[in-house]
């Protein structure tokens, strides 16, 4: 594997690197709208803008670290195929920028993965390899792969390319948006927030970035309030997402620039998750509930303020809605 | 009541009366978005154009003929207060509307109404009357309450201020994309599609005006077909916008100007709603996946031409998907 998570000069991302990074991918992503909410800002008691990746390419943000991270290799890399292992929206992003590109994507999945999920990936003509539904035997499966075939291991979020892409969401919600008190972004492995902290450090030093994190799920929280980096063990949340643990490389970026971790209950995630669907008509997945549910969950801290939520994604299973089940 | 649908010069409503309308009512409606959807593209091999009213405010197009209704009263006539009979989104546009202009509105609606809806109506402070659940018994009431009260009745949609507000959705539209060969507009009592016909002719004479049913309340299609008012007898649809007949003023706008009234089944409907939520990320209630349903169910007919998609609302009961009955 190429990246190596141990450099220390890897974790100087700067928003020169985020700039970069949207020159070279805007012509293939979406510039996301973002909405506003008369009835939501009533009932925060705030003035929220709601950033739509929920409408971004392959329906996530992720499609912007992916897209960075392949832009960004050099041609003969390229030409050996990437790889990653996923069974969520990053899947899916390297699939649909591997098929961009015409090169060969390889994509590790858990047997237990959903048959939506696998068809999505199945749509941009990646290979699927199955594994066993357990974190070891994904990263046994992707090493031997990568081995044998040579291919480039994109991780999800433990690379700086990726980070980078996923930090021009905030680059052009800081662009449009002035004054922003607050800027809020979900937070699983770290790779958005880490992102759209080096941005806003960059573009805009006075807005505070703020990090949503299931309860159920609380690692990042957790690693943050005790300076030291805990895995996700066990995690239990709807916000698949968001299951992951930080790395080294995002610990050090957040514990640097993120002003807090504000953690979220399940019933305010399904909550926040209804409110954009009824208000605002539009779907997300519960991953992108979150950063809302923090804006409810801790009112007194975002009332009277000007305040940016990331809505990641919008990829759901619309046959088995959260407030149904 | 003050309209009269029989006067003939009430059926030459022209471009003008959209164009003033629209100047009348734009600093309070928004310049909704037109999304396009590359996978939907790809399925009905045509280029598809979704000017989404379902982002509307109060979630649907029918604001816009509220407000202009309204805001064209004199200031006497307003002072006595408006008055409508409605369950659907006339209701909330209705009261939405008067809220606005701090006048009072009644709203007869039958007492079968859901309880989200009768919720919308007073968020908005309306007077609520309910009524027996027959047209009849709506009729009655509402005529009795007008009598006394001597409040203006603002009729759904056979009002030529109602059908000049409307007629704003296409005339947004065609100032934003060019060389149209197709405006698709759901049909209940024929304000949409009248408007829509009216701003299209006189904007983009060369654009053919298509509207959809369902076949389950087909009056509009048999009444063109036959050039004979039928009423809708006992309409089945799951899209209840669309449940109301034509007036005589709407079947003389749309006999006038439409090219063709499609029907589609609820099985399509369904479809293309689902298709709507899952592809493009948005709530849109069944009424508005009609236009979309009849672009799947007549492909012949679209393919390969440029087609604009009135999404027509967002208000559905997110409890109740018809996916999942």
Redesign the interface.
Known sequence: MEWNHKNEEDYSISLKNIIDAHNLIAPFIHKT?I?TSRSLNKLCNSELFFKCE??QKV?AFKIRGALNALLSLKKEDLSRGVATHSSGNHAQAIAYAAQLLGIKATIVMPSSASQIKVNAVRNYNAEIIFCKPTLQSREETLNEFVSKNKSVFIHPYDNPFVIAGQGTVAKETLEEIDNLDYIVAPVGGGGLLSGTSIATKGISPKTKVIGAEPKGADDAFKSIRDNKLYPSIEPKTIADGLLTSLSERTFNIIKRNVEQILTVSEENIINAM?LL??R?????EPSAAVSLAAVIEHKDFFEEKKVAIILSG?NVD??H?P??E
Do not use: A
């Open positions: 709208p909405f929920n409408f329906g209804f669907f009824e605002m008509k539009i779907v997300v919008g619309l046959r809605l407030w149904l």
